[in-house]
């Protein structure tokens, strides 16, 4: 009998926190790790020393003595804890500048580095503008895999938003998460399965928008993928009849019965549209059974309400498809 090896087996994951940060409970950090060591990662989940009053020589010690010896490990740093990072890749360049030989080692793997305050927004010599050896270069050498940047429109400590600030001057990507704010447990982060995916694909999971019929039918060719229980497509809210014949054509081409694997969830009667909380419940009880669900983009229009359905049935690992087909008659 053989054994199959967890699927981080080979993987170590470096969490980072910031300002004030003690590992509250519900915070998407804590949950983070946990689904990571069931998948065989290990872990260090790190408080920073003192993080009412950060010192960057505290924290960067901290963080450097939690990478050494490591070889593939993934940073996941959040709020202040991005501009540590970011200070240590400016450590990093300035000791290659003075090294004789071979410059350093990257210091990680790969590196996600979400929702950064404004420099100055925090006490402490953390928060203090970045020196001039923090470039585009010195990031980009500190990483195996280019570091990722997410960030919220809305975020209360970068007003000026992290694409401005960070992500364009640093030569960062950059996804923008909607409806996130602060990208924190106050912002509705507990859950996060598109951060979980990301640690275990190194592709940050973006949102699937079928605009037409024929593009749905496209969307669902890409993304259906019926296998075990999971067989069926979900049509959540209405849809033209050529979007369902487009849904209808694809269980068919998988060799499933349309009047068996097609699932239609309405709104509830005396009622025009579905309500979110529905939606995300359906995913709740049922989104094992299904490979995609198609929803309804005319219904959702507030992005965090989209996030909510999106992050519900990612964690039950259906896929989303946004139709913004011609709607059928209610």
Do not use: K
Not at 319 to 325: F, G, K, L
């Amino acid at each position: 009998m053989t054994s199959t090896a967890p699927a981080l087996a080979d993987e170590h994951f470096l969490l980072l926190d910031g300002w004030q940060h003690r590992r509250q409970p519900g915070h998407w950090q804590g949950w983070l790790a946990e689904r990571l060591v069931e998948r065989g990662a290990s872990v260090d989940y790190l408080t920073l020393p003192d993080p009412e009053h950060p010192r960057y020589a505290d924290w960067s010690d901290v963080a450097l003595r939690a990478l050494r010896g490591r070889e593939r490990v993934t940073v996941v740093a959040h709020g202040l804890s991005v501009l540590l990072w970011l200070r240590m890749c400016g450590d990093r360049a300035r000791d290659a500048a003075l090294a004789d030989g071979r410059p350093p080692a990257p210091l990680a793997r790969r590196a996600v580095l979400v929702a950064p305050p404004a420099t100055g927004m925090h006490g402490g010599d953390v928060s203090e503008s970045l020196p001039v050896t923090v470039t585009a270069e010195a990031v980009a050498a500190a990483t195996v895999e280019p570091a990722l940047l997410l960030s919220s429109i809305g975020d209360p400590y970068l007003p000026e938003g992290a694409e401005t600030r960070y992500g364009l001057p640093l030569g960062l990507a950059t996804v923008e998460v909607p409806g996130g704010g602060h990208l924190n447990q106050a912002a509705g982060f507990g859950p996060w399965p598109e951060m979980l995916q990301w640690c275990e694909t190194g592709v940050w999971p973006l949102p699937a928008v079928a605009s037409g019929d024929e593009e749905l039918g496209r969307a669902l060719a890409a993304h259906f993928s019926p296998q075990g229980r999971r067989l069926g497509i979900a049509v959540l809210g209405p849809i033209s009849d050529a979007g369902t014949e487009a849904v209808e054509e694809a269980l068919r081409a998988a060799g499933l019965e349309p009047e068996r694997r097609l699932a239609r969830l309405f709104p509830r009667v005396g009622e025009e549209s579905l309500r979110v909380e529905d939606v995300a419940e359906f995913a709740e009880l049922y989104g094992h059974e299904y490979s995609v669900a198609v929803v309804d983009a005319g219904a959702f229009a507030e992005q965090g309400d989209r996030r909510r359905i999106e992050s519900a049935y990612r964690g039950a690992g259906c896929t989303v498809v946004w139709s913004e087909s011609v709607r059928a008659a209610v």
